[in-house]
């Protein structure tokens, strides 16, 4: 079973910069989809990006543009790349795994879950 977990989250004033990453234990990316997602207090969890087992990226109408998301096989390893980010950006960030070729960014499609990283941006 993937064990997910997830770090680099802090608190940032608006137009800063993060890193996330999310290591993974007991799998390998390679063979995974791959995708961030967030979770604001009061709100549903929602996907911000993905990527599949060839590398291609997807990206919410939100994180477009500011955030990149990427792997490294080699260190079983995701990343977050967050840019500009804006207090609206602020919620519980988390990474998830699902073993499919068929990559969503959506919620209900992947099984397993970090504990997730608190990234919270001041104006």
């Known amino acids: 079973q993937v064990q997910l977990v997830e770090s680099g989250g802090g608190s940032v004033q608006a137009g800063g910069s993060l890193i996330l990453s999310c290591a993974a234990f007991g799998g390998t990316i390679s063979r995974y989809c791959m995708g961030w997602f967030r979770q604001a207090p009061g709100k549903e969890r929602e996907g911000v990006a993905g990527i599949d087992t060839d590398g291609r990226t997807m990206y919410s109408e939100s994180a477009l543009g500011r955030f990149t998301i990427s792997k490294d096989n080699a260190k079983n390893t995701l990343y977050l790349q967050m840019n500009n980010l804006k207090p609206e950006d602020t919620a519980m960030y988390y990474c998830?795994?699902?073993?499919?070729?068929?990559?969503?960014?959506?919620?209900?499609?992947?099984?397993?879950w970090g504990q997730g990283t608190q990234v919270t941006v001041s104006s």
């Open positions: 998830a795994t699902e073993p499919t070729l068929f990559c969503r960014v959506v919620v209900g499609d992947y099984t397993f």
